[in-house]
């Protein structure tokens, strides 16, 4: 497992996202501050954020942490959108194998692509990059399903 252990407790990032969000704000509001705790969860990662599902069944960027994004992702193109059309989690360990992958850093060497699903449905995704390889694992993976499926309430 690559995530930090704060306060000795691998859970400890679901209890903090289920007390970041709100319903009753704007959906921006509490995935704002969720990137940056996953952001700040999990070790050697570079961008953190989330891509939402747009009524075209694409993705759009939504809050992140990190340098700048691709704005727009289309179904089934790159890591999210395979996530997307696939409604699994992808570990990508090493991006440039990856075929079609999307760059937007050409520092970005590993991947983990996790969907948010409501109603069988994916409304968004939780993408995470790393500059270096095999950075995720299945313990992360099954941290972010927990999260996601936390943030899937806001939907």
């Known amino acids: 497992m690559h995530c930090s252990v704060i306060q000795g407790k691998v859970d400890d990032l679901v209890l903090a996202v289920k007390f970041s969000i709100n319903k009753d704000l704007p959906l921006v509001s509490s995935l704002a501050n969720c990137s940056k705790l996953i952001y700040d969860y ?11 599902t747009d009524d075209k069944n694409n993705l759009y960027l939504g809050p992140f942490q ?3 994004a691709t704005m727009y992702i289309e179904y089934g193109f790159g890591v999210c959108g395979k996530s997307l059309a696939d409604k699994k ?19 970005s060497n590993s991947e983990i692509v996790v969907p948010i699903i409501k109603n069988n449905k994916v409304v968004a995704v939780i ?13 992360d993976s099954l941290i972010l399903e927990k999260v996601a499926l936390v943030l899937s309430e806001l939907f």
């Open 42 to 52: 999990f070790d050697n990662t570079s961008w953190a954020g989330f891509y939402i």
């Open 66 to 68: 990190g340098d700048t």
């Open 89 to 107: 989690t992808y570990i990508v360990p090493n991006v440039h194998e990856f075929p079609g992958h999307i760059a937007c850093s050409s520092l």
């Open 127 to 139: 993408d995470l990059d790393s500059n270096l390889y095999n950075n995720y694992d299945e313990d």
